[in-house]
């Protein structure tokens, strides 16, 4: 679906960057993939893509920060995290802010639980961003490589079933974060 909008936007770079954007919201990895792919073809250049997978990384993380602070309105949620120890937990937080939501990048299932807590703590948004865009800058800039990699690899060598290599691909990607996070969590438990 994302390669064919892209395709129909092929004439209008700024359509495919709000696009590119948007795919973030839905599946980064994903996105990230598909995009990689697109450049490959031709059909959006390299700068664009990675603005705009930057872009709109960053973007949903804030938003993430951003739906913590809203909830930290919201009188029943203060209620509900209005536990003993809680202090503790905030202060830890802001003083490990930066570590945290870097190393979070990596790690799959951590961002949403720790990115709507330190909104909902108002942890630094500063210092929240600087580690939110480098930590993408920096994994998402090297899962573009290698997806273009794999991809130029698919293109060239896969002929008609190409794109059934890159569906395979993206659900490797996708299953392989999901198979972590459950095992991390099954870690912890």
């Not at 064919?4 to 980064?28: C, D, G, K, R």
């Not at 450049?39 to 893509?49: I, K």
Request: charged share 10%; hydrophobic share 55%; net charge positive.
């Amino acid at each position: 679906m994302l390669e064919h909008v892209l395709h129909l936007t092929a004439a209008s770079p700024f359509m495919q960057v709000v696009i590119i954007i948007l795919a973030t919201f839905v599946l980064e990895d994903a996105a990230t993939l598909i995009t990689a792919i697109q450049v490959q073809l031709h059909v959006v250049s390299p700068f664009a893509a990675l603005t705009a997978l930057y872009s709109g990384i960053v973007l949903g993380d804030v938003g993430l920060y951003g739906l913590g602070a809203l909830a930290a309105c919201w009188p029943p949620a203060r209620r509900w995290v209005d536990m003993p120890g809680i202090s503790q937990q905030r202060q830890w937080l802001t003083r490990n802010l930066f570590k945290a939501v870097f190393i979070s990048r990596f790690i799959p299932g951590t961002r949403l639980p720790l990115y709507t807590a330190c909104g909902f703590f108002r942890a630094g948004l500063k210092t929240f961003t600087l580690a939110t865009v480098l930590a993408t800058m920096l994994w998402t800039t090297g899962l573009f490589l290698l997806s273009l990699k794999i991809g130029a690899f698919l293109l060239a060598h896969l002929g008609a079933w190409r794109w059934a290599g890159i569906a395979g691909f993206a659900a490797l990607m996708i299953l392989s974060g999901r198979v972590a996070a459950r095992i991390r969590k099954n870690h912890n438990s």
